[in-house]
């Protein structure tokens, strides 16, 4: 497995991509404006989005690790209209969830939703997490007003292993033939995804070129499907922000659809 970011280089990056987020919305011509990745809200819809969210996940890392997920909704300010106000309940947002995981630390154990996955259920897996999130919506504010950035490098590079092993990774049934799908960041990473009646699960592989064995696209345990691409691009794929034909894609080009489509049971 790669080397995952650093618990302090989490918290430091997710307050870099929640300025950054904040700087797109302040650029924007309006909050009413569509979000193109997100065509169902506007600005405003995904400000609040992000700022309720970054609350909720606060109250639930304060919660312990023996309760279940908490809402802040009740008590907690509002997002308000006015830009400017909105954007200082955005920044206070994103600092309480700060204090509550720096005051946790990264090795207390956390209520999270991939309970089955093959992240830990530890507030630095949560801060892993929420990295990715931030980072991602923070794409789609700056697609809104028409300047999109790729993820930073060393974000995008621990945001895809960290979406194989949290989203992608469970002991639910593979409903199809067994297969496997190899995942190449033109940076150098690669990872496979295996998935079969026991699940699905992701492992490190070499990048191709590295070894002076076959590669591992090729030969008799070759994956179904290949996705190459930069880090920044297999994250924004994976998220559904950017379309297949944005990749190279090798092999059966149906099998990443079917693995899109698969919702494994809890």
């Known amino acids: 497995m790669e080397e995952t970011l650093e618990f302090p280089d989490l ?49 639930t890392v304060a919660a312990g690790p023996a309760a279940a997920a908490k809402s802040a909704a009740e008590g907690a300010p509002a997002a308000p ?3 400017e106000a909105l954007l200082a309940w955005l920044a206070a947002s994103t600092q309480k969830l700060l204090d509550v995981l720096r005051e946790a630390g990264p090795d207390r154990g956390c209520w999270t939703w991939w309970g089955a996955s093959e992240s830990p259920q530890t507030c630095g897996a949560v801060a892993r997490h929420q990295l990715q999130e931030i980072a991602v919506h ?23 292993e960290e979406f194989l092993s949290t989203c992608c990774a469970t002991p639910s049934a593979w409903p199809h033939k067994p297969t496997a799908f190899d995942f190449h960041a033109t940076e150098g990473h690669s990872r496979r995804l295996t998935v079969d009646g026991d699940g699905a699960r992701s492992t490190c592989l070499p990048a191709p070129g590295t070894t002076p064995d076959t590669a591992a696209d090729e030969g008799p345990d070759a994956a ?43």
């Open 224 to 266: 179904g499907a290949s996705v190459r691409g930069t880090a920044s691009e297999l994250v924004l794929f994976m998220y559904d922000r950017i379309p297949a034909d944005s990749l190279q894609i090798d092999g059966e080009a149906g099998l990443i659809d079917l693995l899109r489509a698969w919702e494994p049971e809890e």
């Open 11 to 59: 918290l430091l990056l997710i307050d870099e991509r929640s300025t950054a987020f904040r700087a797109a919305v302040a650029s924007a011509p309006s909050l009413d404006v569509r979000v193109p990745t997100c065509p169902e809200w506007t600005l405003f819809d995904l400000v609040q989005h992000l700022g309720e969210g970054r609350r909720s996940w606060a109250a």
């Open 81 to 83: 209209r006015e830009r």
């Open 138 to 160: 923070t794409y789609d504010a700056q697609v809104t007003v028409g300047a999109p950035q790729p993820l930073p490098d060393e974000v995008a590079l621990d945001g895809f």
